[in-house]
């Protein structure tokens, strides 16, 4: 009983000690805020910038030579294209003037035309510009249909069912659902969410080790009847409610931005529920647990503070350039195995509760109790290098 | 035969999907995921029992779940013909996505056509050659389903609707209806007031409103054309089409009709196209404003001897498979249109129109041999929901007089029309957006403007097509730019 | 009473201790005494079992360091050489942590930390963070620290390095009070004027091992020299070159 009081009071104080200290680091705590503040608004930002380039811009064309075809004009003409009819001018400064495009109907244009000889059309375009794909797309709408409407026409004169060019209809059936085509846009953010667990935990980890070894504060610590592994476990607590915190902080102001992006207009539900949102922070304790005690055992591990804020600013690249890969390669992950690997089994719970799809409650038990199993393992880790002798830079 | 498939054309596509069987409770509709065609994204099928005995049936119902489902009401698609299925409207859903972006959009299958027990009669594998045989095979049919033929009707159609939305579970719904759609919803709001929040009707059919009774709007849709066309410097240039198109009618002759070439074998004589066929599929071609744009040239050359042109626009409407059934088509009209025109209004309406009593011919025959009871509407009552008419200008069944003066009994209407357009506008143009407006805000009125942007496709002036450039000079339409 | 028994330490092949043996009694001042290099500050830091002897063993009132450190710990106090307090703590949030983790709880812990905190005249410092605080009051606080669980063993390293007149006169007062109350008290130092002031004995360190003990007077003495420096400089400097067969004071 006694033991057992002395034990908690003990765990206690230095768990009050640990948090106080953390949580009092002004500057880790900015740190992890503004980081974890930074990517929803980014990635919001970027998607209303998105979406109001590619739907509300209109393309200004330029119809070099235009007054000679006014019915190519008209019909050109539309809701995203803007034609203007030069009669005369020079492609290039056309296009530096202002111009998204230039068509240029040549003097024989409509004499070809009647005569069907598929007269040319020359199309300037700057590719260096980024307005230039959508101007092109714009262009070519309106020009397609025109076209097609042509070639209907030369059919019917000819008696012939325009039908008779087409001699099977292709049905595309898309298998995706609005809430899954967010994964589009949400792909990277579970990448993103571990990043910030990485981010947001790492000024304090390296003040809680490598830190507290060089103000040599640790040795006095060491000198308590206290485990290693109590230390440990203090610090790895933490250090992982910062990264957790910031992580927290992240999906919350992720789930608040989502509102403001125009997803519906790219065809997405918004399928981010509350119970996902809470399900999306417990699942990433055990992680914030993980990182938290691997950036302390590595920073224990470093020559100084200097050399431990380097080591873990490349270890925080790792996972996230891992996962981009692993995406990227198309690496088939639809095996359960893979969920009960940390990292990739987060992500791809984080993937889906971001789009709304269910999440195998087993699997995220088993992956969750696997990631605590290595933190477990890790503080044992840490317990054993708290008592190697070249941790003391003294000696 | 083109012009059967063109009875009263909505923009279709026809449906080919087959829905997974599934049971539906009676509290939890069951849905299955499914498809449409003409629209890519995942839909969820509903089948829901309607009638009893042998009629009974599943009702097909396809839901478009909106993106983000904001609370709003959703907006039920009613097809027209009747005789069409909804589930023929998908294609239409490109044009509402920004609709879809908050609301479900329902498409209801009605008893009997498309994927609730299509009551086809055998004419979407072969259609008869006269009207006759047409008539034989449509009585052996009627034959073969009595009570079921009896029982279609509007007053059916809109309990089924009904039952639908209660299924559903929705509290109130929007209505969007296109052509004879636009009469189930009339009656529906009739019916049923309370359940409905406005209404969208596109090319509209007025409770009160003959509308077989077609040759004085096809004249009317034609003399819009010919006003248009001789606005137009290069089309006017076709002078006097309009007294060719009268002549080649007049003195069309078995000889002739032996020589019209079939649009795609390109074979001559092979199926002879009599008159009040050639008539009809002329008729046909002012529904779509790209095919009217065609006719001056043709029937131009059609008066030289020169008849692939008007070949080629019949050839048009071939594309769209044939939809109607033809049992329920039948079944309505004839118990709720044919049987209240009297001949002397079936005279009045063909004088001195281009079509006659060709189209009328056709369903009269047709009634002859389908005996179902009259089935007369009480007069409309005044309804205050917010309402949107459609109306093409140039539209040869449904012109814009019909929304205009015969719903005075709606107190809250809007009324868009489209220059030069024809059969159902709902997705030309600006007109989604104003839906979608309306549909957000029906008390406003809304701001009619880009309605007037809306143009016909350039004229075909010869083998090449339309004229792009200026040769005597074109004209330009409304005030653009 | 703390013994150390014939403790050999190796640092990367420099044997830095050399069978190294003496024994701290209880209820007396100890200095350790040894130039830089002597192995001071390794002697102590395996006293403490921060470090594990390669041979030999150090006892700590009758416990083995090495073997049962937490017992050993929870009857010893340390002050460090030059000793890190945590700057985001206040002196109190400081004491208190270590006096939990020491196990005290409820009032003995009130009382324990009221104790440490008129006997070193912290009121001043109490409520402050340790950030900027003086060599002084470091010292102050890390003394509180060390004995705020009354331990029966008291180390000091170095403990007047950088400190003000009256921070040397309130240590020098609180280790003869603890000395009064029989806690063993050893401190390093190289500073003779107050080795010869406060200590009842004296122990040399040179070369890894202890080359001479005794009280400051018996040391002198020894040496024949006249004062506590130069005996230190002959037993420690003349140790590391030729007298190497000195025998270790009981």
Same mark, same amino acid.
């Given at each position: 009983?006694?033991?057992?009081?002395?034990?908690?009071?003990?765990m206690?104080?230095?768990?009050?000690?640990?948090?106080?200290?953390?949580?009092?680091?002004?500057?880790?705590?900015?740190?992890?805020i503004?980081?974890?503040?930074?990517?929803?608004?980014?990635l919001?930002?970027?998607?209303?910038?998105?979406?109001?380039?590619?739907?509300?811009?209109?393309?200004?064309? +330029?119809?070099?030579?235009?007054?000679?075809?006014?019915?190519?004009?008209?019909?050109?003409?539309?809701?995203s294209l803007?034609?203007?009819?030069v009669?005369?001018?020079?492609?290039r400064?056309?296009?530096?003037?202002?111009?998204?495009?230039?068509?240029?109907?040549?003097?024989?244009f409509?004499?070809?035309?009647?005569?069907?000889?598929?007269?040319?059309?020359?199309?300037?375009?700057?590719?260096?510009?980024?307005?230039?794909?959508?101007?092109?797309?714009?262009?070519?709408?309106?020009?397609?249909?025109?076209?097609?409407?042509?070639?209907?026409?030369?059919?019917?004169?000819?008696?012939?069912?325009?039908?008779?060019l087409?001699?099977?209809?292709l049905?595309?059936?898309?298998?995706?659902?609005?809430?899954?085509?967010?994964?589009?846009?949400?792909a990277?953010?579970?990448?993103?969410?571990?990043?910030?667990?990485?981010?947001?935990?790492?000024?304090?980890?390296?003040?809680?080790?490598?830190?507290?070894r060089?103000?040599?504060?640790?040795?006095?610590? =060491?000198?308590?009847?206290?485990?290693?592994?109590?230390?440990?476990v203090?610090?790895?607590?933490?250090?992982?409610?910062?990264?957790?915190?910031?992580?927290?902080?992240?999906?919350?102001?992720?789930?608040?931005?989502?509102?403001?992006?125009?997803?519906?207009?790219?065809?997405?539900?918004?399928?981010?529920t509350?119970?996902?949102v809470?399900?999306?922070g417990?699942?990433?304790?055990?992680?914030?647990?993980?990182?938290?005690?691997?950036?302390?055992?590595?920073?224990?591990?470093?020559?100084?503070?200097?050399?431990?804020?380097?080591?873990?600013?490349?270890?925080?690249?790792?996972?996230?350039t891992? =996962?981009?890969?692993?995406?990227?390669?198309?690496?088939?992950?639809?095996?359960?195995?893979?969920?009960?690997?940390?990292?990739?089994?987060?992500?791809?719970?984080?993937k889906?509760?971001l789009?709304?799809?269910?999440?195998?409650?087993?699997?995220?038990?088993?992956?969750?109790?696997?990631?605590?199993?290595?933190?477990?393992?890790?503080?044992?880790?840490?317990?054993?290098?708290?008592?190697?002798?070249?941790?003391?830079?003294?000696? | 035969?083109?012009?059967?498939?063109?009875?009263?054309?909505v923009?279709?596509?026809s449906?080919?999907?087959?829905?997974?069987?599934?049971?539906?409770?009676?509290?939890?509709?069951?849905?299955?995921t499914?498809?449409?065609d003409g629209?890519?994204?995942?839909?969820?099928?509903?089948?829901?029992?309607?009638?009893?005995?042998?009629?009974a049936?599943?009702?097909?119902?396809?839901v478009?779940?909106?993106?983000?489902?904001?609370g709003?009401?959703?907006?039920?698609?009613?097809?027209?013909?009747?005789?069409?299925?909804?589930?023929?409207?998908?294609?239409?859903?490109?044009?509402?996505?920004?609709?879809?972006?908050?609301?479900?959009?329902?498409?209801?299958?009605?008893?009997?056509?498309?994927?609730?027990?299509?009551?086809?009669?055998?004419?979407?594998?072969?259609?008869?050659?006269?009207?006759?045989?047409?008539?034989?095979?449509?009585?052996?049919?009627?034959?073969?389903?009595?009570?079921?033929?009896?029982?279609?009707?509007?007053?059916?159609?809109?309990?089924?609707?009904?039952?639908?939305?209660?299924?559903?579970?929705?509290?109130?719904?929007?209505?969007?209806?296109?052509?004879?759609g636009?009469?189930?919803a009339?009656? /529906?709001?009739?019916?049923?007031?309370?359940?409905?929040?406005?209404?969208?009707?596109?090319a509209? +059919?007025?409770?009160?409103?003959?509308?077989?009774?077609?040759?004085?709007?096809?004249?009317?849709?034609?003399?819009?054309?010919?006003?248009?066309?001789?606005?137009?410097?290069?089309?006017?240039?076709?002078?006097?089409?309009?007294?060719?198109?009268?002549?080649?009618?007049?003195?069309?002759?078995?000889e002739?009709?032996?020589?019209?070439?079939?649009?795609?074998?390109?074979?001559?004589?092979?199926?002879?196209?009599?008159?009040?066929?050639?008539?009809?599929?002329?008729?046909?071609?002012?529904?779509?404003?790209?095919?009217?744009?065609?006719?001056?040239?043709?029937?131009?050359?059609a008066?030289?001897g020169?008849?692939?042109?008007?070949?080629?626009i019949?050839?048009?409407?071939?594309?769209?498979?044939?939809?109607?059934?033809?049992?329920?088509?039948?079944?309505?009209?004839?118990?709720?249109?044919?049987?209240?025109?009297?001949?002397?209004?079936?005279?009045?309406?063909?004088?001195?129109?281009?079509?006659?009593?060709?189209f009328?011919?056709?369903?009269?025959?047709?009634?002859?041999?389908?005996?179902?009871?009259?089935?007369?509407?009480?007069?409309?009552?005044?309804?205050?929901?917010?309402?949107?008419?459609?109306?093409?200008?140039?539209?040869?069944?449904?012109?814009?007089? /019909?929304?205009?003066?015969?719903?005075?009994?709606?107190?809250?209407?809007?009324?868009?029309?489209?220059?030069?357009?024809?059969?159902?506008?709902?997705g030309r143009?600006?007109?989604p957006?104003?839906?979608?407006?309306?549909?957000?805000?029906?008390?406003?009125?809304?701001d009619?403007?880009?309605?007037?942007?809306?143009?016909?496709?350039?004229?075909?002036?010869?083998?090449?097509?339309?004229?792009?450039?200026?040769?005597?000079g074109?004209?330009?339409?409304?005030?653009?730019? | 009473?703390?013994?150390?028994?014939?403790?050999?330490?190796?640092?990367?092949?420099?044997?830095?201790?050399?069978?190294?043996?003496?024994?701290?009694?209880?209820?007396?001042?100890?200095?350790?005494?040894?130039?830089?290099?002597?192995?001071?500050?390794?002697?102590?830091?395996i006293?403490?079992?921060?470090?594990?002897?390669? +041979?030999?063993?150090?006892?700590?009132?009758?416990?083995?360091?090495?073997?049962?450190?937490?017992?050993?710990?929870?009857q010893?106090?340390?002050?460090?050489?030059?000793?890190?307090?945590?700057?985001?703590?206040?002196?109190?949030? /400081?004491?208190?942590?270590?006096?939990?983790?020491?196990? =005290?709880?409820g009032?003995?812990?009130?009382?324990?930390?009221?104790?440490v905190?008129?006997?070193?005249?912290?009121?001043?410092?109490?409520?402050?963070?340790?950030?900027?605080?003086?060599?002084?009051?470091?010292?102050?606080?890390?003394?509180?620290?060390? =004995?705020?669980?009354?331990?029966?063993?008291?180390?000091?390293?170095?403990?007047?390095?950088?400190?003000?007149?009256?921070?040397?006169?309130?240590?020098?007062?609180?280790?003869?009070?603890l000395?009064?109350?029989?806690?063993?008290?050893?401190?390093?130092?190289?500073?003779?004027s107050?080795?010869?002031?406060?200590?009842?004995?004296?122990?040399?360190?040179?070369?890894?091992r202890?080359?001479g003990g005794?009280?400051?007077?018996?040391?002198i003495?020894?040496?024949?020299c006249?004062?506590?420096?130069?005996?230190?400089?002959?037993?420690?400097?003349?140790?590391?070159?030729?007298?190497?067969?000195?025998?270790?004071?009981?």
């Open positions: 009983m006694a033991v057992a009081n002395i034990f908690s009071g003990q206690a104080a230095l768990l009050r000690k640990e948090f106080l200290e953390a949580w009092r680091d002004r500057r880790a705590l900015w740190m992890a503004c980081f974890s503040l930074l990517f929803p608004v980014l919001a930002g970027s998607t209303i910038f998105f979406v109001k380039k590619h739907t509300e811009e209109t393309t200004r064309l +330029a119809l070099l030579g235009g007054d000679s075809v006014p019915v190519l004009e008209q019909q050109l003409r539309g809701a803007e034609v203007d009819v009669a005369q001018g020079e492609p400064a056309l296009l530096a003037d202002g111009y998204d495009l230039v068509l240029q109907v040549g003097e024989d409509v004499e070809g035309y009647r005569n069907f000889r598929a007269p040319k059309l020359y199309l300037y375009v700057d590719s260096s510009s980024t307005s230039s794909g959508r101007a092109e797309r714009h262009l070519q709408e309106r020009l397609g249909s025109l076209q097609q409407l042509i070639v209907s026409q030369r059919l019917t004169a000819r008696g012939v069912a325009p039908q008779l087409a001699p099977w209809q049905q595309v059936r898309d298998i995706s659902t609005p809430s899954s085509r967010g994964a589009l846009i949400l990277m953010v579970p990448g993103l969410l571990i990043l910030t667990l990485f981010v947001a935990s790492l000024a304090t980890s390296v003040d809680t080790s490598a830190g507290e060089e103000r040599l504060s640790l040795e006095t610590l =060491l000198l308590q009847p206290l485990p290693g592994w109590q230390l440990i203090a610090k790895t607590l933490a250090v992982a409610s910062m990264g957790w915190l910031g992580a927290l902080l992240a999906i919350a102001a992720l789930v608040t931005l989502m509102p403001l992006m125009p997803l519906a207009e790219l065809g997405i539900q918004q399928a981010t509350v119970s996902g809470i399900t999306m417990l699942l990433l304790l055990p992680l914030a647990l993980l990182v938290a005690v691997v950036q302390i055992l590595l920073a224990l591990r470093s020559q100084s503070f200097k050399d431990a804020q380097t080591q873990l600013s490349i270890l925080q690249l790792a996972p996230v891992l =996962l981009m890969v692993l995406d990227m390669s198309r690496v088939e992950l639809g095996e359960p195995f893979w969920q009960l690997v940390p990292l990739v089994g987060q992500q791809q719970w984080l889906g509760l789009v709304g799809d269910t999440v195998s409650l087993p699997l995220v038990v088993a992956g969750s109790l696997v990631c605590l199993m290595l933190v477990g393992v890790s503080v044992a880790v840490g317990a054993r290098a708290l008592r190697r002798e070249s941790l003391l830079g003294a000696v | 035969m083109v012009w059967m498939r063109r009875l009263l054309f923009a279709v596509l449906c080919g999907l087959g829905v997974p069987g599934s049971v539906v409770g009676q509290d939890e509709p069951v849905s299955s499914c498809y449409l629209w890519g994204d995942s839909l969820l099928c509903y089948r829901i029992s309607v009638g009893a005995d042998a009629n049936i599943e009702l097909s119902v396809t478009a779940p909106a993106v983000n489902d904001a709003r009401e959703p907006l039920y698609l009613l097809a027209g013909g009747p005789g069409q299925a909804a589930s023929d409207l998908a294609p239409l859903l490109n044009a509402f996505r920004r609709i879809n972006r908050e609301r479900d959009i329902v498409m209801v299958d009605r008893r009997g056509a498309g994927l609730s027990a299509a009551f086809r009669c055998g004419f979407e594998r072969e259609m008869p050659a006269d009207l006759q045989s047409f008539s034989r095979q449509l009585a052996q049919c009627y034959l073969r389903r009595p009570q079921f033929a009896e029982a279609l009707s509007s007053r059916q159609a809109v309990e089924d609707l009904e039952r639908v939305r209660k299924t559903l579970g929705h509290h109130r719904i929007a209505l969007w209806g296109g052509s004879w636009t009469r189930t009339l009656l /529906y709001q009739q019916w049923y007031p309370e359940a409905l929040s406005a209404l969208v009707l596109d509209v +059919a007025p409770i009160d409103t003959k509308v077989f009774l077609t040759a004085t709007a096809a004249e009317r849709a034609m003399q819009r054309l010919e006003r248009d066309c001789a606005r137009d410097a290069i089309c006017a240039g076709f002078g006097d089409w309009r007294s060719e198109l009268d002549q080649l009618l007049a003195n069309w002759s078995g002739r009709a032996a020589q019209f070439p079939d649009p795609v074998t390109g074979v001559r004589g092979a199926q002879p196209v009599p008159r009040w066929v050639l008539a009809n599929s002329i008729r046909t071609a002012l529904y779509d404003p790209a095919a009217a744009a065609q006719l001056p040239y043709a029937v131009h050359q008066s030289r020169n008849y692939l042109p008007l070949s080629g019949s050839g048009l409407f071939l594309n769209t498979t044939d939809s109607m059934a033809m049992g329920l088509t039948f079944s309505v009209a004839c118990a709720e249109e044919l049987n209240r025109i009297t001949a002397d209004e079936v005279a009045a309406d063909s004088t001195g129109s281009f079509l006659g009593s060709a009328f011919d056709l369903f009269y025959s047709g009634c002859q041999a389908w005996p179902v009871s009259a089935k007369p509407y009480s007069a409309p009552e005044e309804r205050a929901h917010p309402v949107l008419l459609i109306s093409g200008e140039a539209d040869p069944i449904t012109p814009p007089d /019909y929304a205009e003066r015969q719903l005075v009994y709606l107190s809250n209407k809007q009324h868009l029309i489209v220059p030069g357009g024809g059969h159902i506008n709902s143009g600006c007109i957006d104003l839906i979608a407006r309306f549909l957000n805000a029906p008390q406003d009125s809304l009619q403007g880009c309605v007037a942007e809306i143009r016909r496709p350039p004229f075909m002036v010869d083998a090449f097509g339309p004229a792009l450039g200026k040769g005597v074109v004209e330009r339409q409304g005030g653009q730019r | 009473m703390i013994s150390v028994e014939s403790v050999d330490k190796q640092f990367a092949g420099r044997q830095v201790l050399n069978a190294c043996s003496f024994t701290v009694p209880d209820g007396k001042i100890t200095a350790l005494l040894g130039a830089n290099g002597a192995g001071k500050t390794t002697c102590l830091r006293m403490t079992g921060l470090l594990r002897a390669d +041979a030999g063993r150090v006892l700590l009132g009758g416990v083995d360091v090495a073997r049962q450190p937490m017992v050993a710990r929870r010893l106090g340390v002050v460090g050489d030059r000793e890190g307090l945590y700057e985001r703590l206040t002196v109190a949030e /400081y004491l208190s942590l270590f006096a939990r983790i020491q196990g =005290l709880a009032v003995d812990l009130k009382r324990a930390l009221q104790a905190r008129e006997e070193l005249e912290l009121d001043d410092l109490w409520l402050r963070r340790t950030r900027g605080f003086s060599q002084g009051e470091r010292m102050k606080v890390s003394l509180a620290r060390a =004995l705020v669980h009354r331990p029966q063993h008291l180390i000091l390293d170095e403990p007047t390095r950088g400190l003000d007149v009256l921070a040397a006169r309130l240590l020098r007062r609180t280790l003869l009070r000395r009064a109350q029989g806690t063993t008290i050893l401190f390093s130092s190289h500073v003779m107050e080795v010869s002031e406060l200590s009842d004995r004296v122990l040399v360190m040179a070369g890894g202890i080359v005794g009280s400051p007077d018996e040391l003495q020894k040496s024949g006249d004062n506590l420096e130069d005996s230190f400089v002959a037993l420690a400097y003349g140790a590391a070159t030729d007298r190497r067969t000195q025998e270790e004071p009981a």
